[in-house]
T-cell receptor, first 116, second 113 residues
Framework: DTAVSQTPKYLVTQMGNDKSIKCEQN?????MYWYKQDSKKFLKIMFS???????INETVPNRFSPKSPDKAHLNLHINSLELGDSAVYFC???????????????FGSGTRLTVV | DAKTTQPPSMDCAEGRAANLPCNHS???????VYWYRQIHSQGPQYIIH???NNETNEMASLIITEDRKSSTLILPHATLRDTAVYYC??????????????FGQGTTLQVKP
C-alpha cells in the first residue's frame, strides 16, 4: 500500500487553465503539506494542514488554493496557470502531535506539472 | 529554526563508508537534527534524526558533536543506489511553525563503482 499517494503523476496543461492535484495518506497522520520543487531543485513549503485546519500558508499566489476535506486528504487547486508554475509538487504527511517519536515526513512521489 | 551548511557535492567509492558533514552552529537546545535524501525525481525520504546522542538505524548512523554544532551522517557501505541529494535539517520540537521542514541545497552524493 502506498503511504502517500498523489494524482496525477504528470500534468501538462496550457496557460490560463485551472487544474487540481490530489493527495491521500493512509498513515493516520494528523498533518499534511504541499511542497514545490522548482527547476533549481529547491524544495519550498507552500501549505500545511493539521486536522483539516490550515496552519502554514507561505507566500504563495492566491491562485493556489488547498483544500482538506478530511485529515487523510489534501488537494491543491491552481487557477489561471502560468508558465512559472511549472515544477514538481510534493505532498507529505507527518504526525506532529508526537514529534519526539516522529520518524519524519513521508513524501509522495510528486506531480510534475508542465505549463505550456 | 537554525540554518545548516553542507558541502554541495561529494563522491564516494562503492562499498566504502560515506561521511556527510553538516554544520548547524546556531542550533538551539530544543532543536533536532534530521536527515533526508532525495533520489532522482523521487520524493524526499526520511533517513534518521537525533537530538544529542548518536543514533543508528538500518539505513545510517548519525554522529552529533558534543556541542551539537555539527553532525555527520554515515552510510556504512555505500551502494550505487545511495546516489542522491542528502539534506540536513534542524527544527524544534513544538515549534510554532508546526511540522515545517526547511530544506537547504543539500549535498549531492555520487557513489562511484
Amino acid at each position: 500500500d502506498t503511504a502517500v499517494s498523489q494524482t496525477p503523476k504528470y500534468l501538462v496543461t496550457q496557460m490560463g487553465n485551472d487544474k487540481s492535484i490530489k493527495c491521500e495518506q493512509n498513515l493516520g497522520h494528523d498533518t499534511m503539506y504541499w511542497y514545490k520543487q522548482d527547476s533549481k531543485k529547491f524544495l519550498k513549503i507552500m501549505f500545511s494542514y493539521n486536522n483539516k485546519e490550515l496552519i502554514i500558508n507561505e507566500t504563495v499566489p492566491n491562485r493556489f488554493s488547498p483544500k482538506s476535506p478530511d485529515k487523510a486528504h489534501l488537494n491543491l487547486h491552481i487557477n489561471s496557470l502560468e508558465l512559472g508554475d511549472s515544477a514538481v509538487y510534493f505532498c507529505a504527511s507527518s504526525q506532529v502531535a508526537n514529534l519526539k517519536a516522529n520518524y519524519g515526513y513521508t513524501f509522495g512521489s510528486g506531480t510534475r506539472l508542465t505549463v505550456v | 529554526d537554525a540554518k545548516t551548511t553542507q558541502p554541495p557535492s561529494m563522491d564516494c567509492a562503492e562499498g566504502r563508508a560515506a561521511n556527510l558533514p553538516c554544520n548547524h552552529s546556531t542550533i538551539s537546545g530544543n532543536e533536532y537534527v534530521y536527515w533526508y535524501r532525495q533520489i532522482h525525481s523521487q520524493g524526499p525520504q526520511y533517513i534518521i534524526h537525533g537530538l544529542k546522542n548518536n543514533e543508528t538505524n538500518e539505513m545510517a548512523s548519525l554522529i552529533i558533536t558534543e556541542d551539537r554544532k555539527s553532525s555527520t551522517l554515515i552510510l556504512p557501505h555505500a551502494t550505487l543506489r545511495d546516489t542522491a541529494v542528502y539534506y540536513c535539517i534542524v527544527r524544534a520540537y513544538g515549534s510554532s511553525n508546526t511540522g515545517k521542514l526547511i530544506f537547504g541545497q543539500g549535498t549531492t552524493l555520487q557513489v562511484k563503482p
